[in-house]
C-alpha cells in the first residue's frame, strides 16, 4: 500500500511528564486505523502532533515528501486545511450557524469559491442523510446528526486524512454503529483514510489495524 504518513521517533513532554518516548509509524492511503490504550498513554497527544495541531519535542512527521516539522506557521496552517480534517467527541460545531455554513467554513478558509463550496457541501449532506437538515443550526439537531455535521466539515476540502478522536464517545448505541459504518462507507465511496482515537473496543475490531499505546510507547 502506498506510504501516506510516516512518524520517526516522536517524543513529547510537558513539564516533568514524558507523554510520547520515541514513537515510529506509518499509515497507508485509504487505511483506517485505530490507536487505542488506557487514558495517559498518549494517544490523543500523538493524535495532535500528526495531525499538526502541536509540536513534538523531537522526532519529524512526513506526509509524502513533505516534512511538517520544517513549515513555517502559514505554510503549516495552510497545508492543514488543504490536507487534513478533524473530528472531534463532542463535534465542536459553530451553533450560531447552520449545518450547511458549519460545513462550509473550511472551504471558505481554503479561498474556494462560495458557489462551489456550497455544492460541495450539499453533495456531502446527502451522502450523509442529511439534506433535510442543512438549514438548522447545532441545537435543533440530534446528537447523532451533529456528528455527522462534523464529519462533512471534516471531509469538505478532500483531505488526504481524518483523524477522530473519540468521535463516538457521546452517542448512544445507535448512533455509535450508524458513526462507524460511515467510516467504512467513506474509505469505500472516497479512498479515504481515518486515524481514530478510541476506546471503543468494537470500532478498534473493525479496523484495518490497531495500535495499541501504553505510558507513550507503542506495545
Not at 495517559?40 to 509524502?64: N, R, V, W
Request: glycine content about 6%; charged content about 25%.
Amino acid at each position: 500500500m502506498e506510504k501516506l504518513i510516516e512518524c520517526r521517533n516522536i517524543t513529547k513532554r510537558f513539564g516533568e511528564l514524558q507523554v510520547l518516548k520515541g514513537i515510529d509509524l506509518t499509515i497507508a492511503k485509504s487505511e483506517i486505523v485505530a490507536i487505542v490504550g488506557p487514558s495517559g498513554a498518549g494517544k490523543t497527544t500523538l493524535l495532535q502532533i500528526m495531525g499538526s495541531l502541536d509540536k513534538p519535542d523531537s522526532g519529524e512527521i512526513h506526509y509524502g515528501n513533505t516534512n511538517i516539522n520544517q513549515l513555517k506557521e502559514k505554510e503549516l496552517a495552510a497545508f492543514r486545511n488543504r490536507n487534513i480534517g478533524f473530528v472531534f467527541q463532542f463535534h465542536q460545531l459553530l451553533p450560531e450557524f447552520t449545518a450547511l455554513e458549519n460545513i462550509l467554513i473550511p472551504a471558505l478558509i481554503g479561498n474556494v469559491k462560495h458557489s462551489e463550496a456550497k455544492k460541495q457541501a450539499a453533495q456531502l449532506l446527502d451522502f450523509l442523510r442529511l439534506t433535510d437538515r442543512a438549514s438548522h443550526k447545532p441545537a435543533e439537531l440530534s446528537g447523532g446528526e451533529k456528528q455527522r455535521v462534523a464529519v462533512a466539515r471534516a471531509l469538505i476540502n478532500r483531505p488526504s486524512v481524518v483523524f477522530a478522536d473519540e468521535p463516538s464517545g457521546s452517542l448512544d448505541t445507535q448512533n455509535k454503529e450508524e458513526l462507524h459504518r460511515l467510516f467504512f462507507d467513506l474509505r469505500n465511496r472516497f479512498g479515504q483514510t481515518f486515524v481514530i482515537v478510541t476506546h471503543d473496543e468494537s470500532l478498534a475490531q473493525m479496523t484495518d489495524r490497531i495500535i495499541r499505546m501504553k505510558d507513550g510507547k507503542k506495545i
